[in-house]
């Protein structure tokens, strides 16, 4: 039976990485439903998934045995992260290896847009010539907004600049400015003063619905608009009304509110068919290179966590890192409720069982605490079974520590 369940295809390269800790690993293709997910995970340590499985509390809930789940992608909206820690697992993603690769399409679609290349290809399509500068433009002395200024944000402002563009850009958080970009005061300053407005927001609820007729509307007329980031963000009626209207000029679109899970599978959206209007099936991060990279990355903290109770870059649990000494004999990763007393009640207890402490660290998030602890002595039964009776305790896993090679 599989140990390791890896599904939506992330790159092979994260295979190896899984079955260098002892994990198993089977595959499926696309994406799976609740139903299908709680039933596949039966014996299953780590999950991996990419943007179109859903992993709720009630998934989590039916399989206590998961330890981690590793997000081959960017967004982890699609796991409830509270549920997941308080069940003890841990999860990660990939929140910087595929962001060239979603700048380099926000780049070439924006040279698209703005040179009207969708409409241009069409006609040679059906056999008609139209050789003609109406509507096209160069990007270069226009100006870009970008709505998140975070890693993708950040790198598109550069090489957008890098093209002779200048930058506007809006967060929610305060920000440093690269290059020559200014940061707005609003999301309508933006709008205002852009000849294109790119959208780069994560996926918090927060902002479902953050684009809509309302920011449509103080938009410049004339205007060409990405959104690469989460299909709940836009209201795609409101945007295909300002298509047809002509006040939006063009549009490339990469993520939707409702997307299939499995490929082949039939596409539906009101944005089909529109003129300059750029559709792809959410392939923002899907290079070779990306992938790779993501494949690695990913699988890598999973085999870490697995082996060594890292959670450096997790998103859900405190980011702990501990590195063994020549003696370290055993290891307990210790994941608990954040209350008063508890690194005190773990200590009292090795103590009172004999058990050695080499090294400790404890870190804190909310409500959850985790614990690193390497013991240079057996561990008592009867000192684990002190610690997994503790009322605070969620998970304990307790990993055996080979000295490091001399």
């Known amino acids: 039976m599989a140990t390791a369940l890896l599904l939506e295809n992330p790159h092979p390269d994260a295979d190896p990485q899984l079955q260098s800790v002892g994990l198993t690993t089977a595959r499926h293709p696309g994406a799976l439903d609740e139903d299908e997910l709680i039933e596949a995970l039966a014996g299953v340590r780590v999950l991996g998934i990419r943007s179109k499985t859903t992993v709720s509390a009630r998934v989590l809930a039916a399989n206590p045995q998961l330890e981690a789940i590793g997000a081959f992608c960017i967004g982890t909206n699609q796991v409830d992260l509270k549920a997941a820690a308080r069940q003890g697992v841990a999860v990660f993603n990939a929140p910087y290896s595929n962001t060239r690769s979603v700048v380099e399409l926000a780049i ?35 100006t870009l907004g970008i709505i998140g200024y975070g890693s993708i944000g950040t790198q598109l402002s550069v090489v957008a600049e890098a093209l002779g563009m200048r930058v506007l850009y809006y967060d929610v958080v305060e920000r440093l400015a690269l290059g020559n970009a200014k940061r707005a005061r609003s999301i309508s300053e933006v709008l205002r003063n852009s000849d294109v407005v ?20 103080q938009m410049k007329p004339g205007a060409l608009f990405l959104n690469l980031s989460r299909g709940f963000v836009v209201d795609t009626t409101a945007l295909r009304q300002n298509i047809i209207d002509g006040h939006i000029a063009g549009a490339a679109v990469d993520v939707f509110p409702e997307e299939p899970k499995r490929n082949g599978d039939p596409f539906e959206s009101e944005l089909r068919g529109l003129p300059n209007v750029i559709l792809t099936p959410h392939i923002g991060g899907s290079t070779q290179e990306a992938q790779v990279a993501i494949g690695q990355f990913v699988g890598s903290k ?54 050695n402490i080499e090294g400790q660290i404890l870190g804190t998030a909310g409500e959850i605490g985790y614990m690193i602890t390497d013991l240079g002595t057996d ?12 009322e605070d305790t969620i998970r304990l896993r307790v990993l055996t520590r080979m000295p490091p090679a001399s």
Not at 113 to 132: I, N, P, Q, Y
Not at 199 to 212: C, E, K
Not at 379 to 390: N, T, V
């Open 198 to 217: 790119s959208l780069h927001v994560d996926g918090r609820a927060g902002n479902a619905g953050l684009f809509g007729a309302k920011e449509f509307a």
């Open 108 to 142: 070439g679609e924006i040279i698209a847009l703005m040179r009207r290349l969708t409409e241009r290809d069409r006609a040679l399509h059906f056999g008609v010539w139209e050789k003609s500068a109406s509507g096209s433009h160069e990007v270069r002395g226009r």
């Open 379 to 390: 561990l008592p039964a009867e000192a684990l079974a002190a610690l997994r009776g503790m």
């Open 302 to 355: 999973l085999a870490s966590y697995i082996r060594t109770g890292s959670t450096d870059m997790s998103v859900n649990l405190p980011r702990l890192t501990l590195e063994p000494s020549e003696s370290t004999r055993f290891r307990c990763a210790y994941v608990h409720r954040n209350t008063p007393g508890v690194l005190a009640l773990v200590n009292q207890t090795f103590a009172e069982h004999g058990a």
